[in-house]
C-alpha cells in the first residue's frame, strides 16, 4: 500500500473568527510594545508585524489541522500495534514542534505558549 500526503493550496485566508483575530493580534502588539518599554511612535509598526506574526501561525494551525485529520485517516488503516507504534512516533514528532516554538518564543521574550500532546 502506498502513503502520500498532497498539501492543500490555499489562498491565505484564515478560518478564524475576525474579532479573536484583532484580539491575538492586539496581544501580541501589547508584548512587542512592553518589551520596547512601551516609547509611542511604533504602534503601527507594532500592530502590523503582530498581524503578520498571528496571520502566519494561524495558516499553519489550519494546515497542521488537515494535516492531522489526513494523517489519522491513513492512520486509521494500520492494525492496533502499528497504530500505537505511529501515534507514540507523531507525538515525538510534535513534542519537537513545540520546544522549537517555545524556545523561539522564549528568545523573542514572547509570552509562553502551552501545549498539549496525548497518544
Known amino acids: 500500500m502506498e502513503i502520500g500526503f498532497n498539501p492543500i493550496t490555499t489562498p491565505h485566508t484564515l478560518p478564524i473568527n475576525p474579532d479573536k483575530f ?5 496581544e501580541q502588539a501589547y508584548y512587542k510594545a512592553e518589551k520596547r518599554g512601551f516609547i509611542t511612535g511604533h504602534e503601527m509598526d507594532d500592530w502590523l508585524e503582530a498581524e503578520g506574526e498571528v496571520r502566519n501561525q ?5 494546515h497542521e489541522i488537515v494535516f ?12 492496533q500495534g502499528k497504530q500505537i507504534e505511529h501515534k507514540q512516533r507523531i507525538a515525538f514528532h510534535e513534542a519537537g514542534h513545540a520546544t522549537a516554538i517555545y524556545l523561539n518564543n522564549k528568545a523573542r521574550n514572547l509570552p509562553p505558549v502551552f501545549f498539549s500532546n496525548y497518544v
Open 22 to 26: 484583532r484580539e491575538m493580534i492586539a
Open 58 to 62: 494561524c495558516f499553519y494551525w489550519f
Open 68 to 79: 492531522d485529520m489526513k494523517r489519522n485517516k491513513i492512520i486509521e488503516s494500520f492494525n
